[in-house]
């Protein structure tokens, strides 16, 4: 109760850094905007983060089993992602999208089964530099009410995911919470249908969608069904699509309330071999409910939002996911849980507003963010949770806008663990962050 209770105060607050100055790259936004024509044939754009961590823990709360994570002190910089986007309009009712992820720096690799070597995985580097396509549609604007989208998409499951810009939430890194038991930056393939309908007090936007769904193979102890992504292969399982689908309400100025469900009636049928599952009984559902508010006003913006899932035949995952080939790019840590969930909320202040919007005074947001998140909220019998994976924790910072779409991000975050049983984590970041469309025509 004591958490809810946080979570209630935070989310009675509210606002975001400028919203006439904020860039919302996210499916319904952009919609609206490519009916408001934007640009006229062509516009080029994206946005990046650098970010600096600065650690009093260890690299594993796991290893120990008294007292959680060893108390250390360790530094990390880097590259979270840089992305490249564009829209190219065909004409005033076909669009072209795309954006292209440059991630963390890493090494670009393709995973594939060797069916002639008794199905062993096998690792093919190809170059330096790991580059993902993270979306690539067509748009067939319709009517504003209804427009359909077929392509590599953004699954709008989450706060997070549906506004996954660093523009649009105030800490150095993404939500933990959400970020730790759901993919992020989620993005699948498939068919989406949206729009926004209603007028004045009475308007609503929406998204419905057919996508490949998640990977069973994937799912593990410490991040539930985050690591069942596709997209490791150069195809993708269709064998069980998941549905998702959004609403949000926007007939306030400057509220959103929504809400967003995700089912696939199978996981087990996209595994990477047929025969992996085949002793389970019957079908694995799984089904991800999320709730969020945002409000923004020249003083202050403040989220709030919920992640709740719930998967079937979770003990019988947990029994076969351990024994998936070592050399498999799954983590095989397990039990599974059935139950997983995430909730939190931010609250930032515009302190320029309290000085009659002068504009010699710099645009800072002080914020402060509560999140709650278990990968393991309920794991079946005879397996048990693991309390290490409960964490509780608080993150104070400032966010400081030294241009529109410029951000210099500071904050604090302080973790308890397994209800403080364990020893906290405690880290001081930086970051700067960006996000733009550059050049249109």
């Known amino acids: 109760m004591k958490r809810i209770a946080n979570l209630l105060l935070l989310s009675a607050f509210a606002c975001t850094p400028l919203m006439a100055q904020e860039t919302d790259m996210s499916s319904a936004a952009q919609a609206e905007e490519l009916y408001a024509a934007g640009f006229d044939k062509f516009r080029f754009g994206g946005y990046g983060e650098v970010l600096a961590n600065f650690m009093d823990y260890g690299i594993n709360r796991f290893r120990g089993t008294q007292s959680g994570n060893t108390r250390d002190h360790r530094n990390e910089i880097s590259i979270p992602r840089f992305i490249v986007a564009f829209d190219y309009k065909f004409n005033s009712k076909w669009v072209l999208g795309a954006e292209i992820e440059f991630e963390a720096g890493g090494t670009g690799s393709a995973y594939e ?68 038991i759901l993919p992020s930056t989620w993005h699948e393939t498939g068919i989406e249908f949206f729009g926004t309908f209603g007028k004045g007090y009475a308007r609503f936007n929406y998204q419905a969608q057919v996508v490949a769904g998640l990977n069973a193979n994937g799912f593990d102890r410490n991040n539930w069904v985050q690591g069942g992504k596709q997209g490791i292969f150069e195809t993708d399982n269709f064998t069980s699509p998941a549905y998702v689908a959004r609403l949000n309400y926007i007939g306030v100025p400057g509220l959103k309330v929504g809400g967003s469900f995700y089912y696939c009636n199978n996981v087990l049928a996209n595994s990477d071999k047929l025969t992996e599952y085949n ?138 663990i397994g209800g403080g049983n364990y020893l906290s984590e405690n880290e001081f970041s930086l970051a700067v962050a960006y996000i733009g469309w550059f050049w249109s025509k």
Request: charged share 20%; aromatic share 10%; glycine share 8%.
């Open 113 to 180: 089964i060797e069916n002639t070597e008794n199905g062993e995985y096998e690792t093919e580097v190809e170059k330096g530099g790991e580059v993902a396509l993270e979306q690539f549609h067509i748009t067939r604007l319709i009517h504003p009410a209804f427009n359909v989208r077929a392509g590599h998409i953004i699954v709008p499951v989450g706060l997070t995911n549906e506004h996954h810009e660093p523009i649009n939430f105030f800490g150095t890194s993404r939500p933990e919470g959400e970020t730790s």
């Open 279 to 416: 002793a389970i009984d019957g079908k694995a559902p799984l089904r991800i409910y999320t709730a969020d508010v945002e409000y923004k006003n020249k003083y202050v913006t403040a989220r709030g939002n919920i992640v709740y899932g719930n998967l079937d035949k979770s003990a019988e995952l947990t029994t076969y996911n351990a024994l998936l080939s070592g050399l498999s790019p799954y983590t095989r840590t397990t039990p599974i849980a059935k139950h997983a969930v995430s909730y939190g909320g931010e609250v930032g202040f515009n302190l320029r507003s309290v000085c009659r919007d002068n504009p010699k005074v710099p645009v800072i947001y002080p914020f402060v963010r509560y999140e709650y998140y278990n990968p393991q909220e309920e794991v079946l019998a005879p397996n048990t949770a693991d309390p290490r994976n409960k964490v509780s924790m608080w993150t104070a910072g400032l966010n400081w806008y030294a241009l529109p779409n410029l951000v210099v991000k500071a904050d604090y975050t302080t973790r308890q």
